[in-house]
């Protein structure tokens, strides 16, 4: 193999990590002793090198738009893509088996995302790391490294697979663990606690790590995300019979090691919130506490080639109707004020459906997720961005067609519109923000709520109401765009939704902060897990849903305007693809898209999924059963396979 290299920004720095294959492959993990390693620091900073690029994934490498990150099959960026697996956003064709609910038990060893080859890297590590000569605090902190990737390792099988073993060495064939049950996910939580709280003793301060390597802010971040999860699973999935409060404590002390040592981004664009996933590095953006950058003809990848094209089923995605009307107006209160459903009372701020109205006099981050026409990539052509020098391309509306929007509503979040990016074909360098400061403080403001009669006026401010200030609400001209605590707005229509789906209440202010993330945190893949987390899965079940095809839509979809006319200037110059009724594009009786309208999954019913809650984990492969009889499969897997 050849040398590779490894471009990883940690905070606000992108560095470089060599990390030699050529070595590890002439010394195999089980070959790796004291006669052989384990003596100078070198030699510990190239083991853990290989662990960076394996967890901390950004958009990925290469030409990683065609591998898959289990158990979820997301190709491609998981920032980006990720949110195919939920309420967010759709794909064309066919909706993945796994949200129809058919997705049956794998069969191999190792497959359907349990896999333990990176643990028994990290494990293998933490038995040795001591027999270097190094000072105790080096130590230390090397190993804090290593309980960071552990610890994120352990979190994702836990949020997958519930109960798991929990390994403290590597093993071997006649290894006792082997053979021995699963371990308690109050175990396994108290054991994930303990070693991310070494991994934020042994790493070093921020400003104070080696260029390119983790610190302590990062292990305190991925703590606060841990413990928020561990909280809240505990809290909904009262099955469990599990006190979350611990671990909803420890989110909050580890979000307050945080507080006021970063800033939300802002630059002078007017879209600062979009600006902020279009850039090469972080070195002007005090919000990122972690994140990935790449280095142009050394190492890359293919994000942004396939994002601008928009050219395999794969990545053609739309967002939902149920995602765009959960955004607020320009005066912080929902498209409904007030009646009831076939009655509501319309916000005088909403504009309607139709044409893209609904996108007007909305919270700024609407328009910085989603394009209208006669913006970014509408206007797009030749790597030029202009309206006057090409128009307009309204977006393609097709269930099954490359390059669709599938529901009319263009996801622009990290499209960055430069073709040079795009040329770069596997050697992209658009960085990836993997921690940053906007979620820290939604996880503050959600533990200090969840910690009952703890979220402040002042702790609202700090957080929310500093995400609506940065997004570009104007407090002043609307007073009401600033939520206060017992003063929330009323919205009849998702508080329907939640006491219809959801088997507890959800106050105001609660249905407030939940909306705040899933809007600031779309598109970076968070909404699965937060759906998971919330015993929330029923939400998956609201029909999905894309634009309304109005008289006007109609015509202009019509395929009378498919060919621009050369003679208009601007936005009078414009082309939109032949979307026919009921060939390529179906509508419900309210005129509105269906998505995944020719499911060939007998439980999908005109764009609405199923959802059965034995799916809130996922099954554990049989070979792993039948080589150990001590593992149980995840209860409902069984029954529900004989059923499909």
């Known amino acids: 193999m050849k040398m590779k290299k490894y471009i990883l920004a940690l905070g606000l720095v992108s560095m470089l990590i060599g990390c030699n294959d050529d070595f590890m492959e002439r ?38 738009q065609d591998k898959y990150i289990t158990p979820l099959p997301v190709t491609g960026s998981p920032l980006a893509y990720g ?50 000569e190094l000072p105790a605090y080096k ?59 070494k991994s934020v003793a042994g790493l070093p301060q921020k400003g104070k790590e080696e260029s390119g390597r983790l610190n302590k802010d990062m292990a305190n971040f991925l703590k606060a995300r841990i413990c928020l ?29 945080l507080l006021g040592k970063y800033s939300l981004y802002t630059d002078n664009s007017g879209e600062s919130y979009w600006k902020m996933f279009t850039a090469y590095d972080f070195s002007n953006n005090k919000e990122v506490i972690l994140g990935r950058t790449y280095i142009e003809n050394e190492f890359g990848h293919a994000f942004q080639r396939y994002y601008d094209q928009n050219n395999s089923n794969r990545q053609s995605m739309g967002a939902t109707r149920g995602f765009i009307d959960e955004y607020l107006c320009i005066d912080g209160r929902p498209i409904y004020v007030g009646g009831s459903e076939g009655n509501y009372e319309e916000n005088p701020n909403f504009e309607g459906y139709g044409m893209w109205r609904e996108l007007e006099n909305r919270d700024p981050r609407l328009t910085q997720t989603i394009c209208r026409p006669g913006e970014h990539v509408t206007i797009y052509e030749g790597g030029i961005v202009s309206l006057d020098e090409n128009g307009i391309n309204y977006p393609k509306i097709n269930y099954n067609t490359n390059g669709s929007t599938v529901t009319g509503y263009r996801v622009i979040k990290h499209w960055m519109g430069d073709m040079e990016e795009q040329d770069r074909t596997t050697n992209g360098i658009q960085a990836a923000i993997e921690f940053r400061y906007g979620e820290l403080l939604l996880m ?78 779309a598109m970076e893949n968070h909404r699965y897990e937060d759906l998971m987390r919330w015993k929330a899965g029923k939400l998956l079940t609201v029909p999905l849903r894309g634009m309304r095809m109005t008289d006007e839509m109609l015509e202009l979809y019509s395929g009378k305007y498919e060919q621009k006319d050369p003679s208009k200037p601007g936005a009078e110059r414009f082309s939109a693809t032949k979307a026919t009724v009921d060939k390529d594009i179906f509508l419900d009786e309210d005129g509105f898209i269906i998505c995944y309208p020719k499911s060939p999954y007998k439980y999908t019913i005109k764009g609405t999924l199923p959802w059965e809650d034995y799916r809130y984990l996922w099954p554990i492969p049989r070979e792993e059963i039948t080589m150990n009889p001590q593992f149980e499969q995840n209860p409902g897997w069984e029954e529900a396979e004989n059923d499909k």
């Open 139 to 197: 130590l230390e902190q090397y190993a804090g490294e290593a309980y960071f990737f552990k610890a994120l390792d352990y979190y994702k099988k836990v949020l997958f697979f519930g109960d798991v073993p929990w390994l403290t060495r590597d093993l071997n064939v006649d290894s006792e663990e082997l053979y021995a049950p699963r371990n308690s996910r109050a175990e396994v939580m108290d054991s994930l606690l303990m070693c991310i709280n």
């Open 444 to 521: 503050y403001a959600e533990a200090k709520y969840e910690l009952e009669g703890t979220l402040s006026q002042a702790d609202v401010d700090m957080t929310i109401n500093a995400l609506r200030e940065r997004a570009g609400f104007d407090f002043v001209k609307y007073p009401t765009s600033k939520l206060v605590v017992g003063q929330e707005p009323a919205d009849p229509r998702l508080d329907k939704i939640y006491a219809e789906k959801l088997d507890y209440p959800v106050s105001p202010l609660l249905r407030e902060i939940r909306r705040e993330r899933r809007v600031e945190l």
């Open 27 to 64: 010394y195999p993990l089980d070959n790796v002793t004291d006669e052989n390693f384990w003596k100078t620091e070198s030699d510990l900073k190239l083991y853990l090198n290989k662990l960076y690029p394996a967890y901390i994934k950004g958009h990925g490498d290469g030409w990683s």
């Open 229 to 257: 999860f561990e909280g809240t699973y505990r809290k909904y999935h009262k099955e469990l019979n599990l006190d979350g409060t611990k671990f909803l404590q420890e989110c909050v002390t580890a979000c307050k090691e």
């Open 83 to 132: 949110d195919f697996y939920s309420d967010n956003c759709v794909r064309t064709g066919s909706e993945p088996k796994e949200l129809a609910g058919l997705n049956k038990i794998p069969t191999g060893a190792g497959s359907g995302g349990w896999s333990w080859t990176n643990l028994r890297t990290i494990n293998f590590f933490l038995q040795r790391y001591q027999r270097s």
